[in-house]
């Protein structure tokens, strides 16, 4: 419901549909005639205050028209109209289908994949642990000379190495935040 409030795209494609709506309605109205009144007022004379004046009857007048047209031949291009308009109509609503279906695909896919992210971040973060208390029983055993500096070494490049790991999953989650934020149409990080 997020994506769909705040999605650019969908709004357009509501937008289409609603124009595709509205010009099936205007290619209705050719089904109908069309009337136009026009009405005027007129005041006759010869002063400046127009009440008549020598050989004039009448000073006013009123003057009213109104005109009916029907194209009663034009019903199959009207018809043929409405058709086509109708067909924008179904593939506008077929545009936003297919619209919805993949922002909804778009959506999950990256809501699946911020949590995958997350769940990441717990395991590397209990690898780090096991990693510093792999190199602090290392050193330990050092200290005691039952581990060689090679050991101790090797411990610290395996906790630098999941450190840095952990900080490729922090860097994936927040990738994958920014694309699921993305995709309900939130285009900056809270």
Do not use: C, H, M
Not at 36 to 46: A, F
């Amino acid at each position: 419901d997020e994506a769909q409030k705040n999605r650019l795209e969908i709004r357009v494609a509501n937008l289409d549909v609603d124009i595709a709506e509205r010009q099936v309605k205007l290619t209705e109205k050719d089904y109908f005639p069309s009337v136009d009144v026009v009405g005027s007022y007129i005041r006759i004379g010869d002063d400046w205050q127009v009440d008549g004046g020598v050989g004039i009857s009448d000073a006013a007048g009123w003057n009213l028209q109104a005109t009916a047209t029907w194209s009663l031949w034009e019903w199959g291009r009207t018809g043929y109209g409405r058709k086509e308009k109708l067909s924008r109509l179904a593939q506008s609503k077929y545009r936003r289908s297919e619209l919805l279906d993949t922002i909804n695909l778009q959506v999950k896919q990256a809501y699946l994949r911020t949590k995958e992210a997350e769940q990441n971040i717990v395991t590397v973060g209990q690898a780090v642990e096991q990693a510093k208390e792999n190199l602090r029983i290392t050193e330990e055993q050092y200290k005691e000379q039952v581990a060689t500096q090679t050991d101790v070494l090797i411990a610290q490049t395996l906790l630098t190495q999941t450190e840095t790991i952990y900080t490729n999953a922090l860097f994936d989650f927040k990738i994958a935040k920014a694309f699921l934020l993305r995709a309900i149409g939130q285009e900056t990080l809270e």
